[in-house]
């Protein structure tokens, strides 16, 4: 079936400029993550969304980034005021809610490069 | 919060050798921790994970170790091929029942040589 997909799989933006990153989660995963990775670095956790509440947005960088999730099915990570740390692979994640602990599915990431 | 380090973050092997990488984790009520694999260009995909009642488990030629008390796992590929070239990463998460992030360590690029 269908994994996660992430659109644009390539962005290039000038600093200062807005971007919106967005997530296709497996239908029917009720979970979603949203993670960071920058140049030959681990993944850094960002924020999830269980339906489309995110319980927890401690982990979001500063207060540029935000994102949500509608109908417990696409979201969307948006960087307002682009800088140029802000470059990196930005990676989605989505999981299943029965059982646990759950396995995490990751997308192919989109490439964020702030100029 | 939890702080998870790998070591070590390159590891060149003989095709055939063994390879292990090594992980620690700060968090003690940390209970669940998966390895991923990311291939280039590609997202980290699970190849095994072992939760905190357990002190090992194995799938074919990937074993993975848990020593609570010293609070460290480790990850053991045998017979190394290569298709096992890639990056592996180990992670941390304390599970409480619903969703959470998990804390990466910062990857061990292994290089399996022909």
């Known amino acids: 079936g269908a994994g996660v997909s992430q659109s644009p799989s390539n962005k290039v933006t000038e600093k200062g400029k807005d971007v919106e990153l967005r997530c296709d989660p497996i239908?029917?995963?009720?979970?979603l993550y949203w993670y960071r990775q920058r140049l030959g670095q681990g993944l850094e956790f960002l924020i999830y969304?269980?339906?489309?509440?995110?319980?927890?947005k401690s982990g979001l960088p500063s207060d540029r980034f935000s994102a949500e999730r509608t109908g417990e099915s696409v979201s969307t990570l948006t960087i307002q005021r682009t800088q140029q740390e802000d470059s990196a692979v930005y990676l989605c994640?989505?999981?299943?809610?029965?059982?646990?602990?759950?396995?995490?599915?990751f997308g192919p990431g989109t490439r964020l490069t702030v100029t | 919060g939890e702080n998870v380090e790998q070591h070590p973050s390159t590891l060149s092997v003989q095709e055939g050798d063994s390879a292990v990488i090594k992980c620690t984790y700060s968090?003690?009520?940390?209970?669940?921790f998966p390895w991923y694999k990311q291939e280039l260009g590609k997202g980290p995909q699970l190849i095994i994970d072992?939760?905190?009642?357990?002190g090992e488990k194995k799938d074919q030629r990937i074993a993975v170790t848990l020593n609570k008390t010293a609070k460290h796992f480790s990850l053991h590929i045998t017979e190394t091929q290569p298709e096992d070239s890639a990056v592996y990463f180990c992670?941390?998460?304390?599970?409480?029942?619903?969703?959470?992030?998990?804390?990466f360590g910062k990857g061990t690029h292994l290089i399996i040589q022909p």
């Open positions: 994640a989505s999981s299943p809610m029965q059982g646990g602990p759950y396995e995490q599915y």
């Open positions: 239908s029917g995963h009720t979970a």
């Open positions: 969304f269980q339906g489309n509440s995110a319980p927890d």
């Open positions: 968090d003690s009520a940390s209970n669940y």
């Open positions: 072992i939760r905190s009642n357990v």
């Open positions: 992670a941390a998460m304390l599970y409480r029942g619903g969703a959470d992030g998990l804390t």
